[in-house]
């Protein structure tokens, strides 16, 4: 009976970690593109739904900063951000992507310089097919509700 109970608990514990190490593999921001990159239009909608608000962390080279403005035409509101676009690289399977961040706070991003390697931790806020890339957009602070609303 005890040998049963030991290799039950084993299996169990085995499957537990395959099923969390699936699960943080598919946040990875190489697998999120690879994945993206390969799916249907169908697909693509499920996977942005899917992984939106979802923690990342990236690791990419600034290409530029700059002031990026959204229009809410719900409420009629113009809200200023800044985005820092970087250089497009590939995943392991070949895949170019490039990470988009947003910030509405400017001191967060000021001393960021072209060239400059950077790794960030932000939230997923859309993922498109850019057609010679997939560009991965993270929101790099705490969301509130109205930037919430605004994406």
């Known amino acids: 009976m005890k040998f049963r109970t030991k ?30 990159q390969k799916a249907t239009d169908i697909q693509r909608a499920e996977i942005e739904e899917l992984y939106r608000d979802t923690g990342m962390l990236s690791r990419a080279t600034v290409a530029n900063v700059e002031l990026y403005n959204f229009f809410d035409e719900q409420n009629d509101i113009q809200t200023r951000y800044y985005r820092v676009t970087t250089i497009t690289q590939k995943t392991r399977q070949n895949t170019p992507y490039q990470v988009v961040l947003l910030y509405s706070d400017v001191d967060k991003i000021k001393h960021l310089k072209r060239g400059e390697n950077i790794e960030v931790y932000g939230r997923l806020w859309r993922i498109t097919d850019d057609g010679l890339w997939v560009s991965i957009w993270l929101y790099g602070e705490e969301s509130s509700p109205e930037i919430k609303q605004t994406f």
């Open 7 to 36: 290799v039950f608990l084993t299996a169990l514990l085995s499957s537990a970690v395959f099923l969390a190490c699936s699960v943080c593999g598919a946040a990875d921001i190489e697998s999120l593109a690879d994945q993206f």
